[in-house]
């Protein structure tokens, strides 16, 4: 069952080959045997996921059961949920009980999931490398010494690890993307408005958006039907009907068109990355895909333009954070503003810190228009690139990362390395544009390389598709870390 897809965990589940109880239960043993080295949860509340497994085995057997009844799930710390910590990985929300529910939470409730805990995160989902977190980096089962990418790390390092069949993460700049691609595992960023962002800690509003990390593309289909929805508590939620993300995937893929941008393939990008896509691409050619060479020439200013806009929208957000309602306040103070500025001081780390004086820079008095006005207007142009690749194609493939996973450490000096580490995934959360990433191989070193494909609004079906008929044709989704066995 540890490897097993959430679509045979579901028919052991109706076939009683299994009760959820037992499945719940083997998953928290598994916790239980690897979290203290790969640190991928943040909060684990046994007592509550056996409860949850037990009612889902009692609606099983009344027989008012939907696929995901019964099966264990984890959430991203930054996704509220009632009565237990909801972090972000920071010491600013350490003792902070949620007394809600986020949207997502809520419907993977009613489908009956069962929640196994809460994942480690980069502190308010700012980071590529999970070691802003205040809880501890968590590790890449493929190599422990080795960052599992992030914000999303943890949530992508259990799932690796088989530690949960599936899990959420959010995706700001590349944060489900890029650490599915450096621990081996699908991860999948919706349109912007597709999932609700209500319950989900801001870190740039415009940008932020709730998606699925799973074993395959075929998990990650039956989780974004779950996950996808009109919330009218968001006011960027998308009012349209239910889409049913599983109806296309084993759609021929003669004829698709599939763009290749020359940006994506320069310097910079490892060998062994560009071999292992390479590779995906050509079976993707074998299965009767078209390829063709594609421009989006806007692509180096992505960097730049994401880390003026989403400080920006970060110093707004991250100014309720006072001391004052809720969250850590410092214990000593001389007035209302030393609480302000103690609480604030003590409660972020320094990267944080680090974009909220970016952000209140670049929103301040004589540089608003040079820079904020500026980053938006490049923000338009990055998206024109994308609807002028899409009238030639069908789907955009590329890497997800211009490298394997990196040393803990390695980059925790150097902010602007650690940025560029998200060039290829920062375009689209610009854009509003879904996109993907599914394993594709490994490099020299016996690590996983990621391929990303990404698509025209709305076009979930199509990427799985795509995804879903590669993995078809490889294994490389069912590999398991050698640093956690089965």
């Known amino acids: 069952m540890l490897n097993a897809s959430l679509s045979e965990i579901s028919a052991a589940l109706a076939t009683k080959a299994i009760s959820s109880a037992e499945l719940t239960r083997l998953f928290l043993d598994r916790i239980r045997a690897l979290n203290h080295a790969l640190n991928a949860f943040i909060t684990v509340d046994e007592e509550r996921s056996l409860a949850e497994a037990r009612a889902a085995d009692a609606r099983r057997a009344a027989g008012s059961a939907a696929a995901l009844t019964g099966i264990p799930v984890a ?116 349109t912007y408005g597709l999932v609700s962002r209500y319950g989900m800690v801001a870190f740039a509003s415009s940008l932020d958006q709730g998606g ?113 309602r809720y969250g850590h306040r410092a214990a000593q103070y001389d007035d209302l503003l030393d609480m302000y500025c103690r609480t604030r001081a003590e409660g972020f780390g320094a990267e944080v810190k680090r974009r909220i004086l970016i952000g209140t820079y670049v929103l301040s008095h004589g540089y608003y228009d040079a820079y904020y006005v500026q980053a938006q207007k490049l923000r338009r142009l ?9 009238a030639r194609c069908d789907v955009i493939a590329g890497p997800t990362s211009p ?38 191989g490994f490099d020299d070193k016996g690590l996983p390389v990621g391929l990303q494909l990404m698509g025209d609004y709305f076009s979930e079906a199509r990427l799985l598709n795509v995804a879903h008929r590669y993995q078809q044709a490889t294994d490389w989704h069912a590999r398991v870390p050698k640093d956690a066995p089965l």
């Open 75 to 190: 959430h991203k710390d930054i996704f509220c949920t009632r009565g237990m910590l909801t972090t972000c990985g920071s010491r600013m929300l350490a003792n902070y009980v949620s007394p809600y529910d986020a949207h997502v939470v809520e419907r993977f409730a009613r489908a009956g999931a069962v929640l196994l805990g809460k994942c480690n995160m980069d502190e308010f989902a700012m980071g590529s490398s999970n070691e802003t977190s205040h809880f501890g980096p968590a590790r890449n089962p493929w190599d422990r010494r080795l960052v599992p990418g992030g914000s999303s790390g943890g949530s992508a390092a259990a799932v690796a690890a088989r530690m949960t069949p599936a899990a959420t993460g959010t995706d700001t700049g590349g944060s489900i993307r890029q650490p599915a691609a450096l621990c081996g595992v699908s991860g999948l960023k919706p």
């Open 212 to 324: 699925p990390l799973a074993k395959s593309a075929a998990d990650l289909a039956l989780l974004l039907e779950v996950m996808a929805g009109f919330d009218a508590r968001d006011s960027t939620s998308v009012e349209r009907a239910p889409e049913d993300y599983r109806r296309d995937l084993d759609r021929p893929l003669a004829g698709l068109r599939v763009g290749l941008p020359k940006e994506y393939f320069g310097d910079g990008l490892e060998p062994g990355v560009r071999r292992a896509v390479g590779e995906a691409v050509r079976e993707l050619e074998r299965q009767g895909a078209i390829t063709l060479e594609v421009s989006l020439p806007n692509t180096g200013l992505a960097v730049p333009v994401y880390y003026v806009l989403a400080p920006a929208e970060a110093s707004s957000n991250l100014s309720r954070f006072d001391g004052v």
């Open 382 to 390: 990055i998206a024109q690139d994308f609807a002028a690749a899409f």
């Open 403 to 440: 490298s394997t996973a990196f040393a803990l450490g390695a980059k925790s000096d150097d902010p602007v390395q650690m940025y560029l580490n998200d060039i290829f995934t920062i375009p689209a959360p610009l854009a509003g544009l879904p996109g993907l990433s599914i394993p594709c």
